[in-house]
């Protein structure tokens, strides 16, 4: 089966610095990522959908100044949250989709980010 | 536009009852529709999904589903209930994007 790793798996950060998250496709080549938001008993949020070698396609109310998103490669996708404050704790969920695959998209594990 | 809705936040069954989890979608085309499954602090795993083909779709772990155009609906059942079958459930409506609903979060008791 397809496989996403999503890296890190936790991270905590000081108050306005900045932190990354890879995810990966590692036996596909991934043409759409997509990057969702967690928040705790809730449903996932999608944030953004990004195509490879593309800018980022970003949902209604998410700052892309904040929380950018490179596709640069078929099998990596990062996200960087940009100085990042306590409200931007949150488990953040890549998914990559293959053009061969239809529409199924595969998802990494999470990643929980605690800003301190 | 496509959403998906899911009924219920909670549901809880016994060991061994019948599981139902309720999805209804709203699509202005003929829609793709997945079930996800969520343990805690983990990503999401595919339980099955719909693509135009057969309306009764056979997933992982017993789970199956049932495409009904006619109600819009997409539920989830399993015949028989196991305790590790506790965990969140997603029902998902995709195209360009994929958009998922609320969740229902299912309690297994023994």
């Known amino acids: 089966g397809a496989v996403v790793s999503q890296h890190p798996s936790r991270v905590i950060c000081k108050s306005g610095t900045s932190v990354k998250i890879e995810c990966r496709s590692l036996d596909f080549q991934a043409t759409t990522m997509f990057w969702y938001r967690q928040f705790p008993k809730q449903s996932l949020m999608l944030m953004a959908t990004?195509?490879?070698?593309?800018?980022?396609?970003?949902e209604q109310g998410v700052e892309k100044d904040k929380f950018l998103i490179n596709h640069a490669s078929l099998t990596l996708s990062t996200l960087t949250v940009t100085s990042a404050h306590p409200e931007d704790s949150s488990f953040y969920i890549c998914?990559?989709?293959?053009?061969?695959?239809?529409?199924?998209?595969?998802f990494g594990q999470g990643t929980r980010l605690t800003v301190v | 536009a496509q959403s998906v809705t899911q009924l219920g936040s909670h549901v809880s069954v016994s060991e061994g009852a019948l599981v139902l989890l309720r999805c209804n979608y709203s699509?202005?085309?003929?829609?793709?529709l997945f079930w996800y499954v969520q343990y805690p602090n983990q990503g999401l795993q595919l339980l099955l999904k719909?693509?135009?083909?057969?309306?009764l779709v056979k997933g992982i772990n017993g789970f199956e589903a049932e495409f009904k155009k006619s109600e819009t609906s997409f539920h989830l059942t399993k015949p028989s209930a196991h305790m590790s079958d506790a965990a969140e459930y997603f029902c998902a409506v995709a195209r360009d994007k994929l958009i998922f609903g609320t969740g229902t979060r299912l309690q297994v008791f023994p």
């Open positions: 719909y693509t135009s083909a057969a309306t």
């Open positions: 990004s195509n490879e070698g593309s800018k980022a396609t970003y």
């Open positions: 998914s990559a989709r293959a053009r061969r695959m239809n529409t199924e998209a595969f």
């Open positions: 699509s202005s085309v003929p829609p793709y």
